[in-house]
């Protein structure tokens, strides 16, 4: 039985990194070719042979699952519905909306979304949550 870790980039060697990146700039279409992609990362056919089934960002293994994003805001009028539109533009189908009541000007909100049609990483979601004036606090809870 295969078993697996989830660590941080910095902590891979640098071969697993450029790996990932070559395999992104043949799925986003920037490289047409293996050999292209590996010549603009600066690795190997054989290395990039070698580990490509054997790295995958995170993101890609939660495309197309149901995520549970926990989320603490200012009680900002209408910071809720910038929240929902951010969802909205990166594609995701909110599934649920929990919301504790507002106390010392700030609340807690969990919201569940179907990523199947995401069309940015759950990291750059994440990132522009984050970003949001009045959103304090933004993570993954559950996928």
Known sequence: MEQYYVVTAAALPEIFLKVAEAKQLLETGECATIHEATQ?????????YKYRDTIR??????????????MT????SGLLSDVLAIFA???????????????????????SADTAELRCTV???LQTLRQTEGVLKAE???G
């Open 123 to 125: 990291e750059a979601l």
């Open 40 to 48: 603009r990362t600066g690795i190997s056919r054989s290395a990039f």
């Open 89 to 111: 533009r990166c594609g995701a189908n909110i599934l649920t909306i929990n919301q504790t009541i507002p106390t010392s000007g700030c609340a807690g909100v969990t919201i």
């Open 140 to 142: 993954l809870l559950a």
């Open 57 to 70: 960002p995170l993101q890609s293994m939660l495309a197309g699952r149901i995520l549970t994003f926990q």
């Open 73 to 76: 805001l200012r009680d900002v």
